[in-house]
């Protein structure tokens, strides 16, 4: 049994995760498992991003919380601490990247505190700054929460 195999067990075990949470990073330790060895330039012809779903499509948080996922006292889930970015190819290899949403919120502050020389290079391109300093917290979330972008390579 491998480690990382280990491990969810162990924070199964402990309450940390429910077996919910724990048969989804089982499949996807499984799934690694199976993905060929080195993969080239890695991004093949179809790519999809995802904000906080799963490849195979079922929304899930972005990080499961400590106690099973859901605020012990109030029974909801909490705020997720990480933007996950997945990125898969046609031939199965893939990409995860965590951001954390601390970094995203303090990049929109700090937006708001570009002179207006840049501001106005940023809208040129079709960047609407403006659209996003009003977003914060659980809007933030509740915005990247579902989003999903399909790229297709030419």
Excluded: C, F
């Amino acid at each position: 049994m491998s480690e990382e195999r280990k491990k969810v067990l162990e924070l199964l075990a402990s309450g940390k995760i429910n077996a919910e949470e724990a048969d989804r990073l089982l499949e996807r330790l499984q799934g690694r498992g199976q993905a060929g060895p080195g993969h080239g330039h890695g991004w093949g012809r179809r790519h999809r991003l995802r904000g906080a779903t799963e490849p195979a499509g079922e929304a899930a948080p972005l990080l499961p919380a400590p106690g099973g996922g859901l605020d012990s006292e109030t029974g909801a889930r909490p705020l997720p601490r990480y933007l996950r970015v997945l990125v898969a190819s046609a031939e199965g290899e893939s990409v995860n990247i965590r951001v954390p949403l601390k970094l995203v919120r303090t990049g929109i502050k700090l937006g708001a505190m570009l002179p207006k020389d840049a501001k106005m290079k940023i809208e040129a391109k079709g960047i609407d700054l403006e659209s996003l300093s009003g977003k914060g917290g659980e809007e933030l979330i509740a915005a990247i929460e579902e989003l999903e972008i399909d790229v297709a390579d030419p």
